[in-house]
Protein backbone atom coordinates (compact mmCIF):
# COMPACT_ATOMS: atom_id res chain seq x y z
CA UNK A 1 0.00 0.00 0.00
CA UNK A 2 1.41 3.62 -0.81
CA UNK A 3 2.05 5.68 1.78
CA UNK A 4 0.82 9.20 1.06
CA UNK A 5 2.27 11.01 3.64
CA UNK A 6 5.62 10.97 2.04
CA UNK A 7 4.40 13.55 -0.42
CA UNK A 8 3.14 15.73 2.51
CA UNK A 9 6.23 17.76 2.59
CA UNK A 10 6.54 18.30 -1.00
CA UNK A 11 2.71 19.22 -0.74
CA UNK A 12 3.37 22.05 2.15
CA UNK A 13 6.20 23.20 0.25
CA UNK A 14 4.10 24.00 -2.39
CA UNK A 15 1.09 25.36 -0.85
CA UNK A 16 4.15 27.52 1.41
CA UNK A 17 4.30 28.94 -2.11
CA UNK A 18 1.37 29.55 -2.87
CA UNK A 19 0.36 31.40 0.15
CA UNK A 20 3.33 33.36 0.25
CA UNK A 21 1.86 34.82 -3.62
CA UNK A 22 -1.65 35.76 -1.81
CA UNK A 23 -0.57 37.30 1.01
CA UNK A 24 2.56 39.69 -1.04
CA UNK A 25 -0.11 40.32 -4.40
CA UNK A 26 -2.74 42.21 -4.86
CA UNK A 27 -5.93 41.06 -6.75
CA UNK A 28 -4.99 42.81 -10.01
CA UNK A 29 -6.36 42.67 -12.97
CA UNK A 30 -9.84 40.45 -13.09
CA UNK A 31 -10.89 38.02 -15.73
CA UNK A 32 -14.33 37.16 -16.51
CA UNK A 33 -15.43 33.16 -16.32
CA UNK A 34 -18.89 33.99 -17.17
CA UNK A 35 -21.90 35.40 -15.18
CA UNK A 36 -20.90 36.52 -12.31
CA UNK A 37 -17.84 34.53 -11.98
CA UNK A 38 -14.20 35.44 -11.99
CA UNK A 39 -10.11 34.73 -11.67
CA UNK A 40 -7.75 37.62 -10.72
CA UNK A 41 -4.30 37.57 -11.14
CA UNK A 42 -3.08 36.16 -7.89
CA UNK A 43 -5.31 32.39 -8.75
CA UNK A 44 -3.08 32.50 -12.67
CA UNK A 45 0.09 33.29 -10.54
CA UNK A 46 -0.06 30.83 -7.88
CA UNK A 47 -1.13 27.87 -10.16
CA UNK A 48 1.42 29.09 -12.94
CA UNK A 49 4.13 28.67 -9.88
CA UNK A 50 2.32 25.46 -8.33
CA UNK A 51 2.06 23.65 -11.58
CA UNK A 52 5.91 24.44 -12.21
CA UNK A 53 6.90 23.32 -8.81
CA UNK A 54 5.40 19.70 -8.67
CA UNK A 55 6.16 19.43 -12.01
CA UNK A 56 9.97 19.74 -11.01
CA UNK A 57 9.40 17.60 -7.74
CA UNK A 58 6.67 15.25 -8.90
CA UNK A 59 7.07 15.24 -12.66
CA UNK A 60 5.20 11.66 -12.74
CA UNK A 61 2.03 13.09 -10.48
CA UNK A 62 -0.56 14.75 -13.15
CA UNK A 63 -1.94 18.26 -12.15
CA UNK A 64 -5.60 20.18 -12.32
CA UNK A 65 -5.79 23.34 -11.93
CA UNK A 66 -8.96 25.68 -11.94
CA UNK A 67 -7.79 28.08 -14.18
CA UNK A 68 -5.67 26.10 -16.71
CA UNK A 69 -6.65 22.76 -16.82
CA UNK A 70 -4.85 19.73 -16.60
CA UNK A 71 -1.22 17.98 -17.40
CA UNK A 72 0.31 14.87 -17.41
CA UNK A 73 -0.86 11.57 -17.37
CA UNK A 74 -4.31 11.95 -14.97
CA UNK A 75 -4.90 8.12 -15.22
CA UNK A 76 -2.44 7.96 -12.23
CA UNK A 77 -1.81 10.08 -9.37
CA UNK A 78 -3.31 13.88 -9.80
CA UNK A 79 -2.81 16.90 -7.71
CA UNK A 80 -5.78 19.14 -7.75
CA UNK A 81 -5.02 22.99 -6.78
CA UNK A 82 -7.68 26.07 -6.14
CA UNK A 83 -5.11 28.89 -6.37
CA UNK A 84 -7.68 30.56 -4.54
CA UNK A 85 -10.72 28.69 -3.16
CA UNK A 86 -13.07 32.14 -2.27
CA UNK A 87 -11.92 34.42 -5.40
CA UNK A 88 -15.03 36.89 -4.35
CA UNK A 89 -13.79 37.05 -0.82
CA UNK A 90 -10.13 37.62 -1.56
CA UNK A 91 -11.12 40.13 -3.85
CA UNK A 92 -13.15 42.15 -1.45
CA UNK A 93 -10.55 41.69 1.01
CA UNK A 94 -12.14 39.04 3.51
CA UNK A 95 -9.78 36.44 4.81
CA UNK A 96 -11.90 33.60 4.11
CA UNK A 97 -10.08 32.56 1.29
CA UNK A 98 -7.53 29.43 0.72
CA UNK A 99 -5.21 27.78 -1.16
CA UNK A 100 -6.38 23.99 -1.61
CA UNK A 101 -4.39 21.24 -2.91
CA UNK A 102 -5.16 17.79 -2.56
CA UNK A 103 -3.88 14.53 -4.32
CA UNK A 104 -6.16 11.47 -5.96
CA UNK A 105 -5.45 8.42 -6.65
CA UNK A 106 -7.70 6.53 -8.72
CA UNK A 107 -10.51 9.00 -8.08
CA UNK A 108 -10.49 9.11 -4.46
CA UNK A 109 -8.84 11.92 -2.35
CA UNK A 110 -5.71 10.54 -0.05
CA UNK A 111 -4.10 13.91 0.67
CA UNK A 112 -4.69 17.45 1.24
CA UNK A 113 -3.36 20.32 2.34
CA UNK A 114 -5.49 23.93 2.81
CA UNK A 115 -4.37 26.99 4.04
CA UNK A 116 -5.91 29.76 4.98
CA UNK A 117 -3.11 32.61 4.67
CA UNK A 118 -4.61 35.60 6.34
CA UNK A 119 -6.33 33.57 9.38
CA UNK A 120 -2.72 31.61 9.58
CA UNK A 121 -4.53 28.60 9.60
CA UNK A 122 -3.34 25.50 7.82
CA UNK A 123 -4.71 22.10 7.83
CA UNK A 124 -3.39 19.00 6.51
CA UNK A 125 -4.15 15.28 6.22
CA UNK A 126 -3.02 11.85 4.03
CA UNK A 127 -4.63 8.55 4.03
CA UNK A 128 -4.16 6.42 7.14
CA UNK A 129 -2.17 9.44 9.34
CA UNK A 130 -5.41 11.44 10.77
CA UNK A 131 -5.66 15.32 10.24
CA UNK A 132 -3.79 18.41 11.53
CA UNK A 133 -4.37 21.42 12.13
CA UNK A 134 -0.83 24.12 12.62
CA UNK A 135 0.56 20.49 14.01
CA UNK A 136 -2.26 19.51 16.23
CA UNK A 137 -4.44 16.58 15.61
CA UNK A 138 -8.09 17.78 15.23
CA UNK A 139 -11.65 16.10 15.15
CA UNK A 140 -14.77 16.02 13.39
CA UNK A 141 -17.45 17.17 16.22
CA UNK A 142 -20.39 14.32 17.20
CA UNK A 143 -23.41 16.07 17.28
CA UNK A 144 -25.96 13.79 16.07
CA UNK A 145 -29.25 15.96 16.16
CA UNK A 146 -29.73 18.13 13.61
CA UNK A 147 -31.12 20.32 15.45
CA UNK A 148 -27.84 21.02 17.33
CA UNK A 149 -26.12 21.32 14.12
CA UNK A 150 -24.12 24.34 12.30
CA UNK A 151 -24.50 23.50 8.73
CA UNK A 152 -22.53 25.11 5.97
CA UNK A 153 -23.77 25.29 2.33
CA UNK A 154 -22.27 25.93 -0.93
CA UNK A 155 -22.53 29.67 -2.87
CA UNK A 156 -25.92 29.90 -4.70
CA UNK A 157 -25.22 28.86 -8.50
CA UNK A 158 -24.14 31.44 -11.00
CA UNK A 159 -24.12 31.36 -14.89
CA UNK A 160 -26.14 28.61 -17.07
CA UNK A 161 -29.07 27.28 -15.77
CA UNK A 162 -28.40 29.34 -12.73
CA UNK A 163 -32.19 29.58 -12.19
CA UNK A 164 -33.02 25.97 -11.93
CA UNK A 165 -29.82 25.28 -10.24
CA UNK A 166 -30.91 27.81 -7.19
CA UNK A 167 -34.11 26.65 -6.74
CA UNK A 168 -33.21 23.77 -5.43
CA UNK A 169 -30.72 25.36 -3.43
CA UNK A 170 -33.61 27.30 -2.20
CA UNK A 171 -35.87 24.34 -1.55
CA UNK A 172 -32.81 22.56 0.78
CA UNK A 173 -31.98 26.05 2.51
CA UNK A 174 -35.58 26.08 3.47
CA UNK A 175 -35.38 22.79 4.74
CA UNK A 176 -32.09 23.41 6.63
CA UNK A 177 -33.47 26.29 8.09
CA UNK A 178 -36.30 25.06 9.75
CA UNK A 179 -34.66 22.25 11.72
CA UNK A 180 -30.99 23.01 11.93
CA UNK A 181 -29.48 25.50 14.28
CA UNK A 182 -27.53 27.81 11.94
CA UNK A 183 -26.67 27.96 8.25
CA UNK A 184 -23.72 29.51 7.25
CA UNK A 185 -21.80 30.27 3.69
CA UNK A 186 -18.34 31.04 4.21
CA UNK A 187 -18.20 30.96 0.05
CA UNK A 188 -14.71 28.64 -0.26
CA UNK A 189 -15.88 25.20 -0.11
CA UNK A 190 -12.07 24.59 1.17
CA UNK A 191 -12.50 26.25 4.53
CA UNK A 192 -15.84 24.67 5.20
CA UNK A 193 -14.52 21.18 5.13
CA UNK A 194 -11.35 21.83 6.79
CA UNK A 195 -13.61 23.69 9.64
CA UNK A 196 -15.85 20.30 10.16
CA UNK A 197 -13.05 18.68 10.44
CA UNK A 198 -11.67 20.60 13.24
CA UNK A 199 -15.46 20.62 14.65
CA UNK A 200 -16.17 24.16 14.12
CA UNK A 201 -19.55 23.33 11.81
CA UNK A 202 -21.36 20.10 11.79
CA UNK A 203 -22.08 19.17 8.13
CA UNK A 204 -21.17 20.31 4.65
CA UNK A 205 -24.08 20.32 1.82
CA UNK A 206 -22.35 21.63 -1.44
CA UNK A 207 -24.63 20.68 -4.70
CA UNK A 208 -21.71 20.72 -6.21
CA UNK A 209 -18.19 18.99 -7.18
CA UNK A 210 -15.33 20.39 -8.60
CA UNK A 211 -12.16 18.58 -7.89
CA UNK A 212 -10.01 21.48 -7.06
CA UNK A 213 -12.24 22.93 -4.64
CA UNK A 214 -12.91 19.31 -2.71
CA UNK A 215 -9.86 16.92 -3.18
CA UNK A 216 -7.66 18.00 0.18
CA UNK A 217 -11.18 18.97 2.16
CA UNK A 218 -12.41 15.14 1.38
CA UNK A 219 -9.41 13.57 2.64
CA UNK A 220 -9.15 16.51 5.80
CA UNK A 221 -12.74 15.45 6.66
CA UNK A 222 -12.57 11.41 6.50
CA UNK A 223 -9.40 12.06 8.44
CA UNK A 224 -11.08 13.78 11.04
CA UNK A 225 -13.45 11.37 11.24
CA UNK A 226 -16.13 12.34 9.28
CA UNK A 227 -17.68 10.99 6.53
CA UNK A 228 -18.20 12.84 2.97
CA UNK A 229 -20.79 11.06 0.68
CA UNK A 230 -22.67 12.31 -3.33
CA UNK A 231 -26.31 13.36 -3.11
CA UNK A 232 -27.82 9.53 -3.44
CA UNK A 233 -25.19 8.53 -0.17
CA UNK A 234 -22.64 6.69 -2.19
CA UNK A 235 -18.61 7.45 -1.31
CA UNK A 236 -17.80 10.73 -2.31
CA UNK A 237 -15.48 10.53 -5.14
CA UNK A 238 -14.11 12.59 -8.40
CA UNK A 239 -17.30 11.50 -10.16
CA UNK A 240 -19.58 13.09 -7.38
CA UNK A 241 -22.18 15.04 -8.42
CA UNK A 242 -22.48 16.57 -5.20
CA UNK A 243 -20.24 17.18 -1.45
CA UNK A 244 -21.99 16.46 1.17
CA UNK A 245 -20.07 15.57 4.82
CA UNK A 246 -20.69 15.13 8.61
CA UNK A 247 -19.46 12.77 11.08
CA UNK A 248 -21.60 9.46 10.71
CA UNK A 249 -24.28 9.87 13.72
CA UNK A 250 -25.37 13.12 11.76
CA UNK A 251 -24.83 12.28 8.02
CA UNK A 252 -27.91 10.02 7.74
CA UNK A 253 -30.37 12.88 8.80
CA UNK A 254 -28.57 15.20 6.57
CA UNK A 255 -29.70 13.09 4.04
CA UNK A 256 -32.52 12.74 4.71
CA UNK A 257 -33.31 16.48 4.68
CA UNK A 258 -31.39 16.57 1.28
CA UNK A 259 -33.97 13.99 0.15
CA UNK A 260 -37.53 15.57 1.29
CA UNK A 261 -36.14 19.01 -0.12
CA UNK A 262 -35.25 17.96 -3.76
CA UNK A 263 -37.02 15.67 -5.88
CA UNK A 264 -34.72 12.57 -7.18
CA UNK A 265 -35.05 12.98 -10.19
CA UNK A 266 -32.54 16.12 -10.14
Known amino acids: MTDYADLLPIAHQAVDLASSIMRSMQPGVLTAKGDRDMASEVDFAIEK ?68 PFLRSRYSAAEGHG ?27 VGARAEEKNQLRFALTSRLAAQVQRIRMHGSAAIDLAWLAAGKIDAVVMLANKPWDTAA ?32 ALLPSILALMADAIPSEH
Request: with cysteine.
Open 49 to 116: QVRAFLAERTPDIAFLGEENGSSGNTDGLMWALDPVDGTVNFVHGSPLCAVSLGLISEKQSVLGVIDL
Open 217 to 248: GVVIAREAGALAADRDGTAHSFDAHATIAANP
Open 131 to 157: AESNGQRIRAGVVGDVSEAVVAIGDYA
